[in-house]
């Protein structure tokens, strides 16, 4: 072999590693979560994504030279996913988790890269594209908020702590993004650093408080426990992944290595401890079994139309008792989880367990595959649930297997199937636009007037 061929033989091997690295850092970004529609072509872009100020739709990242970014240098791609801007100059939105992947480092970057140009297949088509509501269509708006906001690239390493804390550390606040969804936001929709993994609201599901905190937070984990969690996003008599988090057990946590996944734990059993004053009991621990069953049977039997707590018990075994049981005990091998020692139903936030009702579960992961019917229905479905069917169902479990305390309505249910709480930033936004449009026109009339005045005089 000559000189030259056996150069070439060594580029390809170091490229082919450089992607292969790259992939995995790909699935530890969770990028396929956003990138891929369910049954699409992979990183083709197109997903619908909730957001407090509007839809938005993710886009093709795939090679393709004229859909995706087959015509970016290194150098614009590390710019977007580090700075959230795109090579033609204008602003990604926060829903692009740059402000994490800020801290990646020029390795990480380089291989992404590789892997993005050369390990993944062009598609050729524009995903859907719909503007945000004015004036969060404003793009340029973004640069004052990344000024304020974005924060710096450094992320040097701990001297007085292990690589594999370290190695943690750089993962959660990195390509994994935990604070993304785990970090309540201010009105600008920025990260509260102060409540840092505190927990926040994603769209229609809640992302509870990961801080060591042993009552509000899930400091009363093992590390095994997390990682088994992470693994396989099913902890019995604790807690079980969905929505957002399912996916991320999927396509990402259960894909990384053993030590990655350990340095993870590693780390979240360290972060400070936030608690909610509210909490004076973990929501791991709430509820007990309880089966009015008996009630509905016999001589006399209560009228679902007259007694709310009879409406919801026809609901619960007409719907759920078939797979978590009479009891609410779940199946013996928690393939079907106990709705009592339940983080869905034992949490403040009663979002998790309407989402859960209405769109259900599904992940599948090299532990085995989760799986719920969702009760929400689509369009026309007569065997869906209705707003209030819901909120009696969710009102029910609650009362009797977990954290009993406001009861679930009708409205809540609504804004849940809806996407999610809105945010009044858009409605502030607009009215100080308005605001100051007739600031502006009342200052212009009164230079009209005074300058007329001056004139006659």
């Known amino acids: 072999m000559s000189a030259s061929s056996t150069a070439f033989a060594a580029d390809d091997d170091a490229q082919a590693a450089s992607v292969k690295r790259g992939a995995y850092i790909a699935t530890a970004s969770d990028c396929s979560a956003c990138h ?54 204008a602003n990604l939105y926060p829903a692009m988790p740059y402000t994490s992947y800020n801290v990646l480092t020029d390795a990480d970057i380089h291989d992404l890269y590789a892997y993005f140009q050369h390990g993944v297949s062009p598609v050729d088509t524009v995903p859907k594209r719909r503007a945000l509501p ?122 990384l290595k053993q030590l990655d996944i350990s340095a993870i734990a590693t780390y979240i059993k360290t972060v400070a401890p936030l608690h909610d004053a509210s909490d004076d009991q973990s929501r791991f621990g709430y509820g007990k079994p309880f089966s009015q069953l008996a009630s509905l049977r016999g001589a006399n039997p209560i009228r679902s139309d007259t007694d709310a707590q009879a409406r919801g018990a026809v609901l619960f075994y007409g719907n759920c008792a078939s797979c978590h049981q009479a009891f609410g005990q779940g199946s013996k091998d928690a393939y079907y989880p106990s709705l009592f020692h339940n983080s869905a139903t034992g949490a403040v936030n009663h979002n998790n367990l309407i989402a859960t ?21 689509k369009a026309n479905d007569i065997n869906a649930l209705t707003d209030s069917q819901v909120a009696t169902l969710a009102s029910y479990v609650i009362d009797n297997y977990g954290r009993a305390s406001t009861p679930v309505t009708p409205a809540d249910v609504a804004q849940v199937r809806a996407g999610g709480p809105a945010s009044s930033l858009l409605l502030l936004a607009r009215i100080g636009i308005a605001i100051g449009a007739i600031l502006g026109l009342a200052i212009v009339l009164l230079l009209v007037v005074w300058r007329r005045r001056a004139t006659a005089g």
């Open 357 to 377: 009702i209405l769109n259900g579960v599904e992940r599948t992961t090299p532990k085995g595959q989760a799986f719920m019917p969702g009760f929400g229905g």
């Open 134 to 255: 004015f004036p969060m269509n404003i793009r340029r708006s973004m640069m004052a908020w990344n000024l304020l906001f974005l924060g710096s690239s450094d992320d040097e390493a701990d001297a007085t702590q292990s690589p594999e804390w370290n190695r943690g550390k750089y993962l959660v606040d990195g390509a994994a993004h935990c604070s993304t969804c785990h970090t309540p936001r201010g009105f600008l929709m920025q990260e509260l650093s102060g409540h840092y993994l505190g927990g926040a609201q994603v769209g229609p599901w809640f992302a509870p408080n990961i801080t060591s905190d042993t009552i509000s937070g899930i400091g009363s984990w093992s590390k095994d426990e997390l990682v088994r969690y992470l693994a396989t996003g099913s902890l019995p008599g604790k807690a079980q992944a969905a929505g957002s988090m399912g996916e991320a057990v999927e396509h990402s946590f259960s894909q």
């Open 36 to 89: 891929t529609t369910p049954g699409g072509k992979p990183f083709a872009g197109g997903l619908a994504i909730a957001t407090p100020v509007g839809t938005i739709y993710s886009t093709n990242i795939t090679p393709s030279a004229t859909a995706g970014i087959g015509q970016y240098t290194e150098k614009q791609f590390a710019r977007a996913v580090r700075a959230g801007v795109r090579a033609d100059g």
